[in-house]
């Protein structure tokens, strides 16, 4: 079935370094989301990306929704403790009633 | 931002029971709300679409009439996991659609002795 793959499963940094997971699908995407979760918490909504080729920034996160529309990155900009937890991508397909397919999360773990 | 309620946050029960999960948007109606499976330290599996005032949609694999889902308001959907077993102990969340984003509730970690 539709999978949304997403890479890594872990990422171990120093504070300061950057990081990036990568997310993919095997078929075109309507838009897709992030979401972060801290440990012991629920996920919280980051960012819909909808266009192709569309780049959105917070603060210290930038968010990429590439030209096909099948693969997007979240890269943070000089890591901080606080952005340790497990950011999820997830797809929503035109024919599937609007439903999001997650990704499998990558585990960011910030080492001070 | 929107809010999503869910109660309770964990429940231990005794193999064989049922047990009964609430997911309420308290500040918007949501006449779609989703129930996800999560397993420690893996992504959200979505087991069912909760629609308000109709039969919930299942993913495939998902037990219907092992776990009972009704959304009989604009702002309540229930889960029920019934005749619970240690593999059903997992941690359950819910979520609901507001302008396109999903809010999700804090979870329920559900342990079957």
């Known amino acids: 079935g539709q999978q949304v793959m997403q890479i890594p499963q872990y990422q171990h940094v120093q504070e300061g370094e950057d990081f990036t997971t990568y997310c993919n699908s095997s078929?075109?995407?309507?838009?897709i989301q992030w979401y972060k979760q801290r440990p012991g918490g629920h996920p919280v909504f980051l960012i819909q990306?909808?266009?192709?080729?569309e780049v959105k920034k917070q603060k210290r996160l930038t968010f990429q929704f590439g030209e096909a529309k099948k693969n997007s990155s979240l890269h943070i900009t000089a890591t901080q403790t606080t952005d340790v937890g497990t950011y999820f991508c997830a797809g929503t397909l035109g024919n599937q009633g609007g439903k999001l397919i997650f990704g499998q999360g990558t585990e960011l773990s910030v080492k001070p | 931002g929107a809010v999503v309620s869910q109660h309770p946050s964990w429940v231990i029960c005794k193999s064989g029971t049922s047990v009964k999960i609430e997911c309420r948007s308290l500040d918007f109606q949501a006449t779609t709300m989703f129930w996800y499976r999560q397993f420690p330290k893996q992504s959200l599996m979505l087991m069912a679409t909760s629609n308000e005032g109709s039969k919930a949609t299942y993913e495939q694999g998902v037990e219907k009439d092992k776990f009972l889902i009704n959304h009989a308001s604009l702002t309540l959907s229930t889960l029920t996991v019934t005749s619970a077993h240690p593999e059903d102990s997992s941690f359950y969340i819910c979520s609901a659609r507001n302008a396109e984003k999903l809010f999700f509730g804090s979870g329920t970690q559900l342990s079957v002795l």
């Open positions: 078929t075109t995407l309507s838009n």
């Open positions: 990306l909808v266009k192709s080729g």
